[in-house]
């Protein structure tokens, strides 16, 4: 007998695991300390009411600066943190942990630099007694502030450790070349979309925590190229729609909606799961029909489509917005038609290809240099990818780049032949996070954040700016920037798809396009998960090899 059927506990599972973390290193310490060392260490998951030596001790007896510790668990997390208290001075003691994705944001207090508890609460005080364990709610951190609050006491402070709670999956999808920081690069992208595979698909660990049609596109081709396919884009897809009726806004962005219909595809190409797909008939064509009138008679898209969120750079821009918006529209209807003519409604399909070669005609200006919006621009067919890559995309290298769209314009690179200059633009911008500290990608970046910035994983010191906390715009200004976000996660389905060369041409991966190009690399290994089993692939200088699964047939260009 289970024990909801023993005890009459009504619920359901939690796809997740837990798995206990201790700190690899010190960052620092405050007020009068000693055995900070020991937090190094594994400890047994109990406090045990046997004296030991090996511990830290925080004490503010005698001291004016109260006693605190700064450890760090070494790559971003999400999870919660325990601290465990074995004998006090005193009967309770109050004191402060506090979560960071940098050690910028673990030493500031609320509110100062744009800190928040919002989504996941950071910054708490408990109360603890002695032989004592206090956890905190979960939420993405690398980072643990630990501080004495209460005066003229001391407290044995066993241990600080992290429970990391995540989808226990396998990596199918993998790629390893003679470029140590293109394998960082692509292992770092494909840990930030799984560790925002919670119980659903979300977009940031520790802000947002929230499922948003739009910023999963990414995600999901990362999930589909690293781990293959899983519950937890279909259950996310399902969720955004039952809360958004046809006539609404999924997340109150119109361009979300086109979002979640071309996640729908990706999913349908890489599962060839037609029951599914024949789910969302009734939903996309209601919902892409309304859409129709919002093209004027030019091809020219019109509000309430010209107006919502395209990207974050460009929303203070109109115009740009306006322009990948244009692009999004024209595949979004093309998707839409070849959605509607797989079910077999055919009328419906030639409606919406017209609309996308209506919106095709209408050819917007790039303003600004917007590498996002021309990048769209590129997949949709409506602008030359090389053209574009000479006149926009390449002009400044990683300058100007989002994550957000940051895959797009991989893809449009991509689109242009341009391999080469894609890996170099990838390392750029990627390898940047990287050499700034980080372990996962990140909401937004800019290149020149880093010109004269501390990493993350060093206290600022005076004379450099701090690059979490100094920089950020709209929702993600300074401390309240998220530093594992899943839509930054595009290098790896680029990778797969570009450098590896693997192209599904047919729903289910029954057929694929293999197009290698090393892209300025000695040699490429890696592998891509289909629904018949694993694809293996082998590039060098002198020839291409790819051993694919029985069910899979192979096409070369």
């Known amino acids: 007998m289970k024990v909801d059927e023993k005890f009459g506990l009504i619920g359901i599972d939690d796809e997740r695991q837990r798995r206990v973390l201790y700190p690899n290193r010190i960052v620092l310490t405050k007020g009068n300390v000693t055995g900070s060392q020991y937090l190094t260490e594994v400890k047994p998951a109990?406090?045990?009411?046997?004296?030991?030596?090996?511990?830290?001790?925080?004490?503010?007896?005698?001291?004016?600066e109260n006693a605190a510790v700064l450890v760090d668990f070494g790559r971003e997390l999400h999870g919660t943190c325990m601290v465990s208290f074995r004998g006090l001075g005193q009967p309770t003691v109050k004191y402060r942990i506090r979560l960071g994705e940098s050690v910028s944001e673990a030493l500031t207090p609320f509110g100062e630099k744009g800190t928040t508890n919002d989504?996941?609460?950071?910054?708490?005080?408990?109360?603890?007694?002695?032989?004592?364990?206090?956890?905190?709610?979960?939420?993405?951190?690398?980072?643990?502030?630990?501080?004495?609050?209460?005066?003229?006491?001391?407290a044995d402070l066993r241990c600080i450790a992290a429970t990391l709670i995540w989808r226990d999956l396998e990596y199918k999808g993998t790629f390893v070349?003679?470029?140590?920081?293109?394998?960082?690069?692509?292992?770092?992208?494909?840990?930030?979309?799984?560790?925002?595979?919670?119980?659903?698909?979300w977009d940031g660990i520790k802000r947002d925590r929230l499922v948003w049609a739009g910023d999963m596109n990414t995600e999901v081709a990362t999930i589909l190229s690293v781990f293959g396919p899983n519950e937890v884009i279909t259950k996310s897809l399902d969720l955004v729609k039952s809360i958004t009726p046809t006539s609404d806004s999924m997340n109150g962005i119109p361009q979300y909606n086109l979002w979640w219909m071309l996640c729908h595809h990706a999913w349908y190409m890489a599962t060839g799961d037609y029951d599914y797909l024949k789910e969302q008939k009734d939903y996309i064509?209601?919902?892409?029909?309304?859409?129709?009138d919002y093209i004027g008679e030019d091809g020219r898209i019109i509000p309430p489509l010209d107006g919502g969120l395209f990207d974050w750079p460009t929303q203070d821009h109109p115009e740009q917005r306006f322009a990948g918006t244009q692009g999004l529209a024209c595949l979004a209807f093309k998707t839409g038609g070849q959605i509607m003519e797989t079910l077999g409604e055919s009328e419906l399909a030639n409606k919406f290809y017209d609309a996308a070669e209506l919106t095709k005609k209408y050819v917007p200006e790039i303003k600004g240099g917007s590498k996002q919006a021309a990048a769209v621009l590129v997949e949709s067919g409506i602008c030359d990818a090389k053209k574009t890559f000479d006149e926009v995309i390449s002009v400044g290298g990683a300058e100007g780049l989002s994550t957000f769209l940051g895959y797009f314009t991989l893809c449009a690179i991509g689109e242009a032949g341009e391999f080469e200059a894609g890996i170099d633009i990838m390392k750029q911008?990627?390898?940047?996070?990287?050499?700034?500290?980080?372990?996962?990608?990140?909401?937004?970046?800019?290149?020149?954040?880093?010109?004269?910035?501390?990493?993350?994983?060093?206290?600022?010191?005076?004379?450099?700016?701090?690059?979490?906390?100094?920089?950020?715009?709209?929702?993600?200004?300074?401390?309240?920037?998220?530093?594992?976000?899943?839509?930054?996660?595009?290098?790896?389905?680029?990778?797969?798809?570009?450098?590896?060369?693997?192209?599904?041409?047919?729903?289910?991966?029954?057929?694929?396009?293999?197009?290698?190009?090393?892209?300025?690399?000695?040699?490429?290994?890696?592998?891509?998960?289909?629904?018949?089993?694993?694809?293996?692939?082998?590039?060098?200088?002198?020839?291409?090899?790819?051993?694919?699964?029985?069910?899979?047939?192979?096409?070369?260009?």
């Open 119 to 154: 989504h996941a609460t950071r910054d708490m005080e408990y109360v603890s007694g002695f032989w004592s364990s206090n956890e905190t709610n979960e939420s993405g951190f690398r980072f643990a502030y630990v501080e004495l609050l209460s005066p003229d006491t001391y």
């Open 177 to 201: 070349c003679n470029d140590a920081m293109v394998n960082t690069i692509f292992d770092t992208a494909a840990y930030t979309a799984h560790l925002n595979m919670q119980r659903y698909l």
């Open 285 to 292: 064509a209601e919902m892409l029909t309304r859409y129709l």
């Open 429 to 557: 911008y990627w390898g940047k996070m990287i050499e700034m500290g980080a372990t996962t990608f990140w909401e937004d970046f800019d290149i020149h954040w880093a010109d004269n910035a501390a990493p993350i994983t060093d206290v600022v010191p005076e004379g450099k700016d701090d690059i979490h906390g100094d920089f950020g715009a709209f929702c993600y200004k300074n401390l309240r920037h998220s530093l594992c976000h899943g839509w930054a996660s595009g290098p790896a389905p680029f990778l797969s798809k570009y450098i590896m060369g693997i192209h599904v041409l047919e729903p289910g991966c029954k057929k694929i396009l293999f197009a290698p190009n090393l892209g300025g690399l000695e040699w490429v290994k890696g592998t891509y998960p289909t629904p018949y089993g694993i694809i293996e692939v082998s590039i060098t200088k002198d020839g291409a090899e790819i051993i694919a699964p029985e069910g899979v047939e192979v096409v070369r260009k």
């Open 46 to 64: 109990q406090v045990a009411i046997y004296s030991f030596t090996d511990q830290c001790i925080l004490d503010n007896r005698g001291s004016n």
